[in-house]
């Protein structure tokens, strides 16, 4: 398993130290449920995926927004259906389908999954691994909970890579008859897809637990560390950059 969520790069945030990033991603996470208004929430939002864009590349951030817009179009379709209170936009008779206020709910609730899912995916997106097990160390987080932190976002991305090549090989050697196919007919052809991805999830089982033998997992002695953050020469000012960001989003995008 040796897919990563790391994106090679040179920006910014690739030189920011991993705790700041961490401590950044935590308060931001904080900032999108305070009240602010909607304008500044979207401004939020707009320059975390133009940060994403500058180092990460606009391919990645599209890839992004590609993987959560199914949620988010299933969220903003049916969010406004549950506030019924407050100025009537769309009426049947009596019946009241959607209001002002629920479509204002749906539209801030949908920025703040675009914000918290582009914060997370920066984080990981710019941090090996390696220095992210590290900086939740340095956290005082135990060993255990950062190592299931760091295997969680290694698995999934294999996983996800697995299910994409499987489908790749089922649509290469159905090539001909997957035109004029309808949707129901490509549902059901899911079904193989997912039986494979399933085995191959199965399979890598015992690779797995053999990963988590070589951390160290289940040892009683303390473990020990090769590698550290020294290289991260500005910490300092990097937490203290940490802190500013989310203050001074809080004061130009408070209600």
Not at 58 to 85: E, G
Not at 208 to 235: D, V
Not at 240 to 251: M, Q, Y
Request: glycine share 6%; with cysteine; proline share 4%.
């Amino acid at each position: 398993m040796t897919t990563s969520t790391f994106v090679a790069g040179n920006g910014w945030l690739y030189r920011f130290d991993p705790r700041a990033k961490i401590l950044l991603m935590l308060l931001l996470c904080v900032w999108f449920f305070l009240p602010v208004h909607l304008v500044g929430l979207y401004v939020a939002v707009a320059l975390i995926i133009l940060t994403t864009a500058c180092n990460t590349g606009f391919s990645h951030a599209w890839k992004t927004f590609r993987s959560i817009l199914p949620m988010l179009l299933f969220m903003v379709l049916f969010m406004p259906f549950n506030v019924r209170d407050g100025q009537a936009l769309v009426q049947f008779g009596s019946f009241t389908v959607v209001t002002k206020e629920g479509l204002l709910q749906a539209g801030r609730l949908a920025g703040r999954f675009i914000g918290i899912s582009y914060v997370c995916t920066l984080l990981f997106a710019t941090t090996i691994m390696n220095e992210v097990m590290l900086a939740l160390r340095w956290y005082r987080l135990p060993y255990k909970a950062g190592l299931v932190v760091t295997l969680a976002f290694t698995y999934i991305p294999f996983i996800a890579d697995s299910f994409s090549q499987i489908a790749e090989s089922h649509r290469l050697r159905e090539a001909e008859a997957e035109q004029g196919r309808r949707l129901l007919q490509r549902l059901k052809d899911l079904v193989p897809t997912l039986t494979s991805a399933l085995v191959v999830a199965l399979r890598s089982i015992p690779n797995l637990a053999m990963s988590l033998e070589m951390r160290g997992f289940g040892l009683s002695n303390r473990r020990s560390q090769y590698h550290n953050l020294a290289s991260y020469r500005h910490p300092f000012t990097h937490f203290l950059l940490s802190a500013i960001i989310p203050v001074v989003l809080w004061l130009l995008c408070k209600a």
